[in-house]
Nanobody
Framework: LAHLEESGGGSVQAGGSLRLSCKVS????????IAWFRQAPGKEREGVAS????????LYADSVKGRFTISQDNAKNTVYLLMNSLKPEDTAMYYC????????????????????WGKGTLVSISS
């Protein structure tokens, strides 16, 4: 059973940066789709970015392209989300999630479910 633990959330001003971390344990790290999702108060959950751990292939939501970068450190079984040029509308609880196999657009848009979820880390951006 996979265990995912997020960290790195906090409060910054608009234009600032944060790096979130997602530590994966309990499963063989290779051959997993690891994705970041976010949910703002009163809004639906939104897929942000994903990475396939075997090939390092990545996908991004249009809302974060060019500002957010997802990456991984295989040695640490950890996936990162570097968030630059942050905007107040990026304020949300950020969750990482895992699903065995390749990443598809359907994971980010919610059509394909993820098997494992972390508890989330809060990101708050002030204007």
């Amino acid at each position: 059973l996979a265990h995912l633990e997020e960290s790195g959330g906090g409060s910054v001003q608009a234009g600032g940066s944060l790096r979130l971390s997602c530590k994966v344990s309990g499963v063989s790290y290779n051959d997993y789709c690891i994705a970041w999702f976010r949910q703002a108060p009163g809004k639906e959950r939104e897929g942000v970015a994903s990475i396939y751990t075997e090939y390092d292939s990545t996908l991004y939501a249009d809302s974060v392209k060019g500002r957010f970068t997802i990456s991984q450190d295989n040695a640490k079984n950890t996936v990162y989300l570097l968030m630059n040029s942050l905007k107040p509308e990026d304020t949300a609880m950020y969750y990482c999630a895992a699903e065995w196999g390749y990443c598809y657009e359907s994971h980010l848009n919610g059509i394909t479910s993820m098997d494992y979820w972390g508890k989330g880390t809060l990101v708050s951006i002030s204007s």
